[in-house]
């Protein structure tokens, strides 16, 4: 492809998305620390210390009881957990088994069975921002739209690299023209920050647009791997009545050694069958945290039917969603990806502002630009 191709791959692709891509840098920015600001904010708790020689685990079945007396209109449709909080359990309340939305999302002292707090969905400030990060409050549509925002920050990047190569040949790496005019100090700005932050912004904007596929993807495993799981039940009556979670958890845990509890649905649920609990367990190292496998629980019994891995599509989806928003290496990837969001911001503000100064400037001239020719060549 000739430059003039080049940049107006890099321009268009960059204006479409640039506005978009400002509002999830921004919008990300308290998310990458979601679980330190819900802590502040008191949205989320912490497991209390318990008394000297104080221990163990309490039934999960008396927990579900507490949330189901909380809601008793409601069902539980989920148990979660989370690898870097092993004292906390949640339970997760819908109006039915099979619906897409919750109405409760309850914490408790998985030692103690005590009831710690109910999140408060659909308001305050961590919400707006997730909410305006994966959908802009536009449902499906909206997270499909926001994935492809991501495809055209990969066009973008790819094509500022050729954009970008005249200018290496002319200059050195990092070279800012601080006795020239203005814009053309702004260009080397945001020519070097785009370089350093390239990587990075490469990696968010894979990520993201993975994420965004997130219910396809999972459509299409309960289509595939699920359905071909339940199949030779389908003519069982589906369970009804009260299940021990309890025992199904005990049973998981025991035919996956080394392995937590990730999460598991109830059965009835999209994430089960009829018959059965389907317990999502992970790993114990950073990585493997973030992937699950599966133990299927016949819910009458108590009994594991079948264990198997997740294909590969979801653990993609998996390991994405945490690097995403830097979630793997601690406080201290926390804290880069931080840095580099706010770089990105730059990137991508200097970039707006460079066309709106130069509307007019062809392709040629923006070549001439990049060489550092005498600025009568510019215009």
């Known amino acids: 492809m000739s430059f003039r191709a080049w940049y107006a791959v890099h321009k268009w692709t960059s204006l479409i998305a640039t506005l978009f ?47 189901q007396a909380r809601r008793p209109r409601d ?15 949640y339970v997760r309340m819908a109006d039915r088994i099979d619906s897409p939305g919750l109405t409760a999302f309850y914490t408790y002292d998985a030692r103690t069975g005590d009831f710690l707090s109910e999140y408060p969905l659909g308001q305050g400030f961590m919400d707006v921002m997730l909410r305006l990060h994966v959908d802009m409050y536009m449902g499906i549509g909206g997270t499909l739209f926001l994935g492809l925002m991501g495809l055209l920050l990969a066009a973008s990047i790819v094509s500022g690299i050729y954009v970008y190569g005249p200018y290496m040949k002319k200059l050195r790496f990092g070279s800012i023209r601080r006795n020239r005019a203005t814009r053309l100090k702004w260009l080397d700005q945001h020519n070097l920050l785009g370089m350093v932050t390239l990587v990075w912004l490469l990696v968010v904007g894979v990520t ?87 133990v299927m629980i ?24 945490p690097l995403h ?11 880069l990806w931080l840095g580099l969001d706010l770089l990105s911001i730059w990137v991508l503000w200097s970039g707006l502002m460079l066309w709106w100064k130069r509307r007019s400037v062809t392709a040629e001239q923006k070549q001439a630009m990049l060489q550092g020719l005498p600025e009568q060549a510019i215009g």
């Open 298 to 321: 016949d819910a009458r019994t108590g009994e594991v039917v079948t264990t198997g891995e997740m294909p590969w599509y979801v653990s993609t989806l998996m390991l994405s969603q």
């Open 208 to 294: 993201g647009t993975i994420n965004a596929l997130n219910q396809p993807i999972f459509a299409a495993w309960q289509a595939s791997e699920l359905k071909a799981l339940a199949e030779p039940f389908k003519g069982q009556p589906a369970v009804t009545g009260a299940v021990s979670a309890d025992a199904a958890v005990k049973a998981a845990l025991k035919a996956a050694p080394g392995k937590t509890l990730g999460f598991m649905a109830y059965p009835g649920n999209d994430f089960a069958t009829p018959q059965h609990f389907m317990a999502f367990m992970q790993g114990n190292t950073p990585v493997t945290s973030k992937l699950l496998s599966i």
């Open 21 to 67: 891509l400002l509002m999830l840098c921004l919008t990300g920015l308290p998310l990458i620390f979601s679980h330190e600001i819900s802590h502040l904010l008191g949205t989320s708790a912490d497991a209390p210390q318990l008394a000297p020689g104080q221990s163990g685990r309490a039934s999960i079945d008396a927990i579900v009881a507490d949330a």
């Open 325 to 335: 928003f830097g979630d793997y290496g601690g406080m201290a990837l926390k804290v």
């Open 75 to 89: 069902v539980p449709q989920f148990l979660v957990a989370e690898a870097d909080e092993p004292d906390l359990l």
